[in-house]
């Protein structure tokens, strides 16, 4: 049964990239969305594009990045024309840079070295980025691939007990009306220890680079989406402009 039109978080811009109502007017409450696509399909581009549109109708975000600092950030904001920096003053949304690999990255205050290796669990004890309504991590595969736990169980042929916990922790944030937003390179994993995050996925969005005659076009395919508004356009072309952000070029529905 679809969802109220403002039971949804709705992501906005209404007047600019018609992306909200192409996605069926927003994303359910309680869901766990799933964007999966290669380096260069457009994962951050729409993972920053939610931030913003959700911060401008007023819903409190957390953004984790494993690629971007703060500085990075605010520039590419800028040049897509998704002004940042007030709804970062006004603490609309908490942007943390998780720089894997590096000795100053940080979910807590512990120092201790063996404590920065287990990305999953200080992901889960860092408690103050889940109090947001909607919390985006851009991307997921980095944390997983960098965690000395999750790779174990993985070369042991048990990625569904690695996958177990971190599943099981989301579920209980979203069970109080909370959102999860998880980008993804799937060429980065195997088909194994990304199972598990697809088959829970209320949302499973596929982003896809085609090749047409010479351009290579960006495209949305809509896999799942459970709990929809109004209907949800099953592909959905779309590009991404310097100075105006995301564009809106085709819809099909099947």
Known sequence: MSLAQQDLYSIGLGERDRLNKELGGGLPPGSIVLIEGEYGAGKSAMSQRFSYGLCEEGTMVTLLSTELTV????????????????????????????????????????????????????????????????????????????????????????ERQAALEIISFFRDIISEGKVIILTVDPTTLDEEALGPFRSIADVFIELEMVEVGNEVRRQINVLRFAGMGEQVGDTIGFSVRQGTGIVIESRSVA
Do not use: C
């Open 71 to 158: 500085g990075s950030f605010l520039e590419q904001m800028h040049s897509l024309d998704y002004g940042m920096v007030d709804h970062m003053l006004d603490e609309n949304i908490l942007y943390l840079h998780a720089a894997i690999g590096d000795s100053k990255n940080t979910f807590t205050m512990d120092d201790e070295e063996d404590d920065r290796k287990e990305l999953l669990r200080r992901l889960m004890e860092a408690e103050v980025m889940w109090d947001s309504d909607v919390v985006i991590i851009d991307t997921f595969d980095a944390i997983l691939r960098n965690d000395p736990k999750f790779e174990a169980l993985v070369r042991e042929n048990e």
